[in-house]
C-alpha cells in the first residue's frame, strides 16, 4: 500500500492508503463515540450489500474524552434545531396549504355574490 493524495477538497493533506490498487475511501465519523474522526474504508464497501474487504484505518487521532464530549454535545444541540426547523417547515406547508385553500374559498363566496 503506497500512500497517496487525494486530488480534491479538504481531503488534500491526507495521504491515502490503496485497498487491491484503488484508493481507499476517505470518510468521517459523525457518532457521538467518534465525532468528525476521519477514516479510511476498502473502496468497494457500499452501504449494506458490498462489505468490500475489511480495511478500515483511522486518519484523524482520537479526540480526548472532554472535546469529545463537548464535540457530541454539539452535534446533539445541532440535531435538535434542525429537527426544529424541519417541524416549522412542515408547519409552514401546512399553513400555507390552508391559506391557499381559505382564499379559494373566499374567490367563490366572491364569485357567487355577483352572480
Ligand atoms: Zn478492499
Not at 26 to 41: C, D, G, K, M, Y
Amino acid at each position: 500500500m503506497k500512500p497517496e493524495i487525494i486530488d480534491g477538497g479538504e481531503e488534500l493533506d491526507v495521504a491515502a492508503p490503496r485497498c487491491f490498487g484503488k484508493i481507499a475511501r476517505l470518510q468521517t465519523s459523525w457518532i457521538e463515540a467518534n465525532p468528525l474522526r476521519r477514516f479510511h474504508v476498502c473502496p468497494n464497501l457500499s452501504g449494506r450489500k458490498k462489505k468490500g474487504c475489511g480495511f478500515f484505518v483511522w486518519v484523524d487521532v482520537e479526540f480526548p474524552p472532554r472535546e469529545k464530549a463537548l464535540v457530541g454535545w454539539l452535534l446533539r444541540r445541532l440535531k435538535e434545531r434542525e429537527k426544529d426547523v424541519r417541524h416549522r417547515q412542515s408547519r409552514e406547508r401546512k399553513l400555507m396549504g390552508w391559506l391557499i385553500h381559505s382564499w379559494g374559498l373566499v374567490m367563490l363566496l366572491l364569485f357567487w355574490q355577483f352572480l
